[in-house]
């Protein structure tokens, strides 16, 4: 298996690439960069799970050149390690918006980890929504500091006027693994 895969769909002037394994040194987020064409690149983050330091520095490189393409970012299902990103490193989302992301859970009783998908555009006020656990019924509790964890909120750039563009929503249905099932 891959340390880092990326999978690249289009649907006209908008490319949906989804995303998962280790972003770092070894990742060319640059080859990506003819793959997508100008129009709207629908980023799906939902299955990074590590990024490094450089890693961090060569995403931000990355979305530079694609907003140089005239190309709008759309992240969704963004992984608890790119949220973290988002809320430490104020250039990470570059021109980007974002749409949605995982809030990552723990169950107090038996200790099973869960990931709740959210639209970013319902927090007006940053909490985590309730989430019982799947195999015990038990109210979960947020595993991460609300405060800290939502910061990236207090200066997004709305997603809906890219996500409102035709066929987006559609490709998000199509491609995302939440919407999928």
Known sequence: ?????????????????????????????????????????????????????????????????????????????????????????STFLGHGVVESIYLPYLCPKCGADKLLLVETAAMVHPQPPPCRCDACGTAMEFDDLPEAYFAFLSHRRDAGAVAGRAGVVQVIREFGRARAS
């Open 1 to 89: 298996m891959r340390k880092f895969e990326a999978a690249v769909h289009r649907r006209g002037e908008i490319t949906y690439v989804k995303l998962s394994g280790t972003v770092d040194e070894d990742s060319d987020l640059d080859a990506l960069v003819d793959e997508i064409q100008p129009g709207v690149a629908i980023i799906d983050a939902g299955g990074i799970r590590r990024i490094n330091s450089r890693g961090v520095r060569d995403w931000v490189s990355w979305l530079g050149k694609l907003r140089a393409r005239r190309t709008d970012v759309v992240l969704v299902e963004c992984s608890p390690p790119i949220v973290i990103q988002m809320t430490m490193v």
